[in-house]
C-alpha cells in the first residue's frame, strides 16, 4: 500500500519506502513475541530434558539465522558444563538432543586448585552470568580460543560472528550456556549478531531457563520418590534372613516383561506400547507390591520350619524324647520283662518292646525331624502317625511326660510347607495392607494406579484370588504382568528354607496348569516363553542346575487345549 504524504514523487517514494520498512520491522517483531510465547508454552509441557535442548536449539537458530550452535547444561555436581547439542548446518553435522548423547569429554568450570577458570568464553560466561558477543572471535585477545582454532582447521571452518549467553532460572543460578556462532544475512554472508538478537535470545534463555529448572526440579521429586521406594523395599527384605531379593527380582522382571512388550512388532502385544509414565508406573508398583508385609511378624516371614517361633523347637521335641528314653530305661529296671512290656505296648503300640523301643523313638524322631521341614505334602498315614505320638504320654513320680505338645502337633500336622491356616491368613494380609498404606499416599496424578496394581498381585483372573477376588475384566494388564512375575520369582527362587527351588522345566509347567486353572494370563505366559524372557530372567537370577530343557510345545498344550474346550 503506497500512502501520499507529498506531491513530490521522489519525497513520496521515499517516505513509503520507510514505512514499509518500519511495518516490517513491526511485523518481525510481533512474528518473534508471538513465537516466543507459543515457545514458552511449548517448553512448559514438554516432559523430556533432551526435547527441551532440541526446542531450544531449533528456536535459537530461527531467531538468529545462526549457521552453529551449541548447547551446555551445567553437570549435577555443578563443577563442568556438559555438551548437550553440537549443530553446524554448513558441515552437515548435528549430534545431541534426540540424536543421543555427545561422546565429547566435559569441560571443567574451576582449575586443579579450586579456581574458576576465566580465560575460556563459556565458563567465563558461566561465572560472570553475563552474555558476551563477538563481531569476529578471533580478534579478541582476552580469552583462550585456541581449542576453537584447532577445531576450526580440522573442520575446514571459521567461526566468526559469535553470541554466547547463560541460561539463569528465577534465583540467578547458571543452569546452562547457548553459544551461537556465525549469524548469517539472506545472502549466507557471515555478519555480526545485532542486538536485536542479543534481545530475543536473552529472552528465549529466559524461558528455557525456566523451562529447564521446572523440567529438572519435577525429575528431582521424581527420582527422590523411586529412591524412597526402592529404600522402603530394601528395608522390608532386611527384615529376614530368607527372600532378601525377593522384591528386587519381581521389580527387574516386571520391567523386563514390559520393556519387551513395548519392543513387540507383532502377536498380542505387537500394537500394545506404554508410555514412558506408564512404564514408571509400573516400576513403581513392582517395587512397592510388598510394602504390606512391614507389618507381618518376623516369626511368621522367617518360619522356615513347622516348628519355629522366635526358634525351632524341634530341638525341644528332640530333648523330649531322650528324656522320655532315660525315664523309660530307669523304670525298666525296677519292672520285670513282662510287665515293662504291657507298659510299652499301653504307651505306645502292642508292636513296641523292651528291645525295640529305643529303635522306636530314634525312628519317630527321626520321622519328626523330617517332617519339621515342610518341603513334602504330608500324606493321611503321616498325619495318623503324628497323632499316634502326640498321644504318647507318661505319668512318672507325679508328673506328666509327653513327646509333643498340642500345639506342636497342629504345626507338624501342617500338609505343604510351613504356615498354619492362620498364618497364611496373616501373611496373606500383606497385599491389603499394601492397598492401604499406598492408597492413603498422594501420588502424582500421573502415578494413580501404582497402589491398584502393587496390590493385585495375588489376585487371579478366576476370582479366587485376594484381597478383593478380581476377576478377569478387572484386572488391566499391569497387574497380570506383576502377578506373573512375582510366581515365576517365587517358583524359581532359591532361598526359600521351606522348599527347594525348581527347575524350569518344572516352574514353568506349574505356571501353565495355573493358566489352565484360570489363574493366570495364558497370553502373558505365551509371551513371557516365546520371548525368550524366561530364559533371561533364568541366565540372570537363577543357578546353572536349575536350567534344564523345556518342551515348548507340551508345555502350551497343558493350557491351550483347555481353552480351545
Given at each position: 500500500?503506497?500512502?501520499?504524504?507529498?506531491?513530490n514523487?521522489?519525497?513520496?517514494?521515499?517516505?513509503?519506502?520507510?514505512?514499509?520498512?518500519i511495518t516490517d520491522?513491526?511485523?518481525?517483531?510481533v512474528s518473534?513475541?508471538?513465537?516466543?510465547?507459543?515457545?514458552?508454552?511449548s517448553?512448559?509441557?514438554?516432559?523430556?530434558?533432551?526435547?527441551i535442548f532440541?526446542?531450544?536449539?531449533?528456536?535459537?537458530?530461527?531467531?538468529?539465522?545462526?549457521?552453529?550452535?551449541?548447547?551446555?547444561e551445567?553437570?549435577?555436581?555443578?563443577?563442568?558444563?556438559?555438551?548437550?547439542?553440537?549443530?553446524?548446518e554448513?558441515?552437515?553435522?548435528?549430534?545431541?538432543?534426540?540424536?543421543?548423547?555427545?561422546?565429547?569429554?566435559?569441560?571443567?568450570?574451576?582449575?586443579?586448585?579450586?579456581?574458576p577458570?576465566?580465560?575460556?568464553?563459556?565458563t567465563s560466561?558461566?561465572h560472570?552470568?553475563?552474555?558476551?558477543?563477538?563481531?569476529d572471535?578471533?580478534?579478541?585477545?582476552?580469552?583462550d580460543?585456541s581449542?576453537?582454532?584447532?577445531?576450526?582447521?580440522?573442520h575446514?571452518y571459521?567461526c566468526?560472528?559469535?553470541?554466547?549467553?547463560?541460561?539463569?532460572?528465577?534465583?540467578?543460578e547458571?543452569?546452562?550456556i547457548?553459544q551461537?556462532?556465525?549469524?548469517?544475512?539472506?545472502?549466507?554472508?557471515?555478519?555480526?549478531?545485532?542486538?536485536?538478537?542479543t534481545?530475543?535470545?536473552?529472552?528465549?534463555?529466559s524461558?528455557a531457563?525456566?523451562a529447564?529448572?521446572?523440567?529438572?526440579?519435577i525429575?528431582?521429586?521424581?527420582s527422590?520418590?523411586?529412591?524412597?521406594?526402592?529404600?522402603?523395599?530394601?528395608?522390608?527384605?532386611?527384615?529376614?534372613?530368607?527372600?532378601?531379593?525377593?522384591?528386587v527380582r519381581?521389580?527387574s522382571?516386571?520391567d523386563?516383561?514390559?520393556a519387551?512388550?513395548?519392543?513387540?512388532?507383532?502377536?498380542?502385544?505387537?500394537?500394545?506400547?506404554?508410555t514412558?509414565?506408564e512404564?514408571?508406573e509400573?516400576?513403581?508398583?513392582?517395587?512397592m507390591?510388598d510394602?504390606?508385609?512391614i507389618?507381618?511378624?518376623?516369626?511368621?516371614m522367617?518360619?522356615?520350619?513347622?516348628?519355629e517361633?522366635?526358634?525351632?523347637?524341634?530341638?525341644?521335641?528332640?530333648?523330649?524324647f531322650?528324656?522320655?528314653?532315660l525315664?523309660?530305661?530307669?523304670?525298666?529296671?525296677?519292672?520285670?520283662?513282662?510287665?515293662?512290656?504291657?507298659?510299652?505296648?499301653?504307651?505306645?503300640?502292642?508292636?513296641?518292646?523292651?528291645?525295640?523301643?529305643?529303635?522306636?523313638?530314634a525312628?519317630?524322631?527321626?520321622?519328626?525331624?523330617?517332617?519339621?521341614?515342610g518341603t513334602?505334602?504330608?500324606?493321611?498315614?503321616?498325619?495318623?502317625?503324628?497323632?499316634?505320638?502326640?498321644q504318647?504320654?507318661?505319668d512318672?513320680?507325679?508328673?506328666e511326660?509327653c513327646?509333643i505338645?498340642?500345639?506342636e502337633?497342629?504345626?507338624?500336622?501342617?500338609r505343604r510347607?510351613?504356615?498354619?491356616p492362620?498364618?497364611?491368613?496373616?501373611?496373606?494380609e500383606?497385599?491389603?495392607?499394601t492397598w492401604?498404606m499406598?492408597?492413603e499416599?498422594?501420588f502424582?496424578?500421573?502415578?494413580?494406579?501404582?497402589?491398584f496394581?502393587?496390590?493385585?498381585?495375588?489376585?487371579?483372573?478366576?476370582?479366587k484370588?485376594?484381597?478383593?477376588?478380581?476377576?478377569?475384566?478387572e484386572?488391566p494388564?499391569?497387574a497380570?504382568?506383576?502377578?506373573?512375575?512375582?510366581?515365576?520369582?517365587a517358583?524359581?527362587?532359591?532361598?526359600?528354607?521351606?522348599?527347594?527351588?525348581?527347575?524350569?522345566s518344572?516352574?514353568?509347567?506349574?505356571?501353565?496348569?495355573?493358566?489352565?486353572?484360570?489363574?493366570?494370563d495364558?497370553?502373558?505366559l505365551?509371551?513371557?516363553?516365546?520371548?525368550g524372557?524366561?530364559?533371561?530372567?533364568?541366565?540372570?537370577?537363577?543357578?546353572?542346575?536349575?536350567?534344564?530343557t523345556?518342551?515348548?510345545?507340551?508345555?502350551?498344550?497343558?493350557?491351550?487345549?483347555?481353552?480351545?474346550a
Amino acid at each position: 500500500m503506497n500512502y501520499e504524504f507529498s506531491t513530490n514523487k521522489d519525497i513520496n517514494a521515499t517516505l513509503n519506502q520507510v514505512v514499509q520498512c518500519i511495518t516490517d520491522m513491526a511485523e518481525s517483531q510481533v512474528s518473534h513475541i508471538e513465537r516466543l510465547t507459543t515457545i514458552g508454552k511449548s517448553l512448559s509441557s514438554e516432559t523430556k530434558l533432551q526435547n527441551i535442548f532440541d526446542m531450544i536449539l531449533e528456536e535459537a537458530i530461527e531467531f538468529t539465522n545462526a549457521d552453529g550452535a551449541t548447547i551446555y547444561e551445567v553437570s549435577e555436581d555443578g563443577k563442568s558444563l556438559v555438551f548437550e547439542i553440537v549443530y553446524t548446518e554448513s558441515l552437515g553435522i548435528r549430534m545431541g538432543g534426540k540424536a543421543g548423547p555427545v561422546q565429547w569429554p566435559m569441560i571443567p568450570l574451576y582449575d586443579e586448585l579450586g579456581n574458576p577458570r576465566l580465560s575460556h568464553i563459556v565458563t567465563s560466561v558461566f561465572h560472570s552470568k553475563k552474555s558476551l558477543i563477538f563481531d569476529d572471535v578471533y580478534e579478541t585477545k582476552d580469552y583462550d580460543i585456541s581449542g576453537m582454532i584447532k577445531t576450526d582447521r580440522d573442520h575446514n571452518y571459521r567461526c566468526k560472528s559469535m553470541l554466547t549467553i547463560p541460561l539463569k532460572n528465577h534465583e540467578d543460578e547458571v543452569l546452562g550456556i547457548i553459544q551461537m556462532i556465525n549469524a548469517m544475512d539472506n545472502h549466507n554472508a557471515i555478519v555480526p549478531f545485532t542486538m536485536e538478537h542479543t534481545a530475543m535470545m536473552d529472552s528465549l534463555a529466559s524461558q528455557a531457563a525456566i523451562a529447564l529448572s521446572n523440567r529438572k526440579l519435577i525429575e528431582s521429586l521424581e527420582s527422590l520418590l523411586m529412591q524412597f521406594m526402592r529404600s522402603i523395599a530394601h528395608g522390608i527384605e532386611r527384615k529376614t534372613k530368607y527372600t532378601s531379593d525377593h522384591i528386587v527380582r519381581v521389580a527387574s522382571l516386571t520391567d523386563m516383561i514390559a520393556a519387551k512388550i513395548n519392543a513387540a512388532t507383532a502377536g498380542k502385544y505387537g500394537e500394545v506400547r506404554f508410555t514412558d509414565t506408564e512404564l514408571k508406573e509400573l516400576s513403581m508398583a513392582g517395587w512397592m507390591h510388598d510394602v504390606g508385609k512391614i507389618i507381618t511378624p518376623e516369626s511368621i516371614m522367617d518360619k522356615s520350619v513347622k516348628l519355629e517361633t522366635i526358634f525351632d523347637r524341634i530341638g525341644v521335641v528332640q530333648l523330649r524324647f531322650e528324656v522320655m528314653n532315660l525315664i523309660l530305661q530307669s523304670i525298666s529296671q525296677h519292672m520285670t520283662s513282662d510287665e515293662f512290656n504291657n507298659l510299652l505296648g499301653k504307651l505306645i503300640s502292642p508292636a513296641v518292646n523292651g528291645t525295640n523301643y529305643q529303635q522306636y523313638l530314634a525312628d519317630e524322631l527321626a520321622f519328626l525331624e523330617n517332617v519339621n521341614h515342610g518341603t513334602e505334602f504330608l500324606a493321611d498315614d503321616a498325619l495318623q502317625r503324628i497323632e499316634a505320638l502326640s498321644q504318647i504320654k507318661l505319668d512318672s513320680k507325679g508328673k506328666e511326660y509327653c513327646l509333643i505338645t498340642d500345639n506342636e502337633k497342629q504345626n507338624l500336622q501342617i500338609r505343604r510347607g510351613t504356615l498354619l491356616p492362620e498364618e497364611i491368613k496373616l501373611m496373606a494380609e500383606h497385599v491389603a495392607v499394601t492397598w492401604e498404606m499406598l492408597s492413603e499416599l498422594t501420588f502424582p496424578k500421573k502415578y494413580k494406579n501404582v497402589a491398584f496394581y502393587a496390590s493385585s498381585h495375588h489376585e487371579k483372573l478366576n476370582g479366587k484370588g485376594y484381597p478383593r477376588g478380581l476377576t478377569a475384566d478387572e484386572m488391566p494388564l499391569q497387574a497380570r504382568i506383576i502377578a506373573v512375575a512375582d510366581i515365576y520369582e517365587a517358583l524359581t527362587a532359591g532361598d526359600r528354607p521351606y522348599k527347594k527351588a525348581k527347575t524350569l522345566s518344572e516352574s514353568l509347567k506349574i505356571m501353565a496348569f495355573c493358566v489352565k486353572a484360570g489363574e493366570l494370563d495364558g497370553d502373558i505366559l505365551d509371551f513371557f516363553i516365546d520371548s525368550g524372557l524366561y530364559m533371561d530372567y533364568a541366565n540372570k537370577f537363577m543357578d546353572d542346575k536349575q536350567i534344564d530343557t523345556i518342551d515348548i510345545v507340551s508345555l502350551k498344550q497343558i493350557y491351550h487345549s483347555e481353552q480351545k474346550a
